[in-house]
């Protein structure tokens, strides 16, 4: 396994290499994955944050590797992921590629892609192929990417290794998110590269966890909604419902938490209610 050095390209199956972004904090944990993928030309996927020094070490990486870089790629458009496509293309001569950006006033609002990205197409990759399956969930826009040659997902922050991911309404859904997970169940993957953290070895068992997990959560969100005085709100229910998370995260959790309550909403066993959420 490729350690996590921020700047240094790390090979990872033939034809990919991963380049860690400089910006490590809470909600990237050791920073954005960066990755190169192609055989005589490459594929950037995800770019990462505004910063010419990664953008640097993402040149001088092409540059070791000795193929060009000719096409940006993007999961999706959260401002540690895409915006240093910007200054790539304004270094080179590159196509962006990926999906347009919502309106939620957390994205990178300078994305417009040259050639939008659809559910199902194949993109070729300096020779190898990788095949766009739109995720939505994180947020609405999300697509991961299989390189089918190797059965290796690309999955932004649908998935990440070692946690969970912030959905966050009204442009995240754990409904759609939630129906993504079950989607990636029918893909045969070997291996996955997260948007953050290390390698996924065991694919398909992280998903099942992860969905496992998730209805777990669920489960408390619907039991500390049957137990509150009705109405309540997201901020009210986190300390119960995420007690197993450390208080310093709750503000983040509640945002996950929001989106349960939306989604039992849809399912007919919640509703909203003047000031929060009562069950039914």
């Known amino acids: 396994m490729s350690a996590l050095i921020p700047g240094k390209p790390a090979p990872l199956v033939p034809g990919v290499w991963r380049v860690l972004a400089l910006n490590p904090g809470m909600m990237t944990g050791p920073g954005t994955n960066s990755y190169l993928i192609g055989r005589d030309s490459l594929v950037l996927l995800d770019p990462g944050p505004a910063d010419s020094r ?13 193929a060009p870089i000719e096409r940006v790629l993007v999961t ?18 590159v196509t962006l590629t990926g999906p347009t950006a919502p309106d939620d006033g957390l994205q990178d609002e300078r994305w417009q892609p040259d050639e939008p990205v659809t559910d199902g ?35 932004g922050d649908h998935l990440i290794h070692g946690s969970t991911v912030v959905i966050a309404p009204p442009s995240g859904s754990m409904s759609a998110y939630i129906a993504s997970l079950y989607r990636l169940l029918d893909e045969s993957m070997t291996l996955m590269a997260p948007g953050h953290g290390e390698l996924i070895r065991e694919p398909e068992e992280y ?53 349960h309550l939306i989604k039992l909403g849809e399912e007919g066993l919640a509703e909203a209610a003047d000031d929060g959420w009562r069950a039914c």
């Open 54 to 66: 990664h953008v640097d070490n993402l040149l001088a990486a092409a540059e070791q590797i000795g």
């Open 76 to 93: 999706h458009t959260h401002r540690d992921h895409s915006p240093a496509a910007h200054e790539v293309a304004e270094r080179l001569n």
């Open 207 to 259: 998903v099942r966890h992860t969905i496992a997990h998730r209805e777990k959560r669920e489960q408390k969100v619907l039991d500390a909604l049957r137990a509150a005085r009705p109405p309540v709100s997201a901020k009210e229910l986190v300390g119960e419902v995420y007690r197993d998370v450390p208080a310093f995260l709750h503000g983040v959790a509640t945002l996950s938490l929001e989106a």
């Open 121 to 155: 197409a194949r993109i070729d990759a300096g020779g190898l192929t990788l095949r766009a399956i739109a995720t939505p969930g994180h947020v609405d826009n999300h697509f991961c990417y299989l390189l089918e040659s190797e059965r290796m997902l690309f999955s």
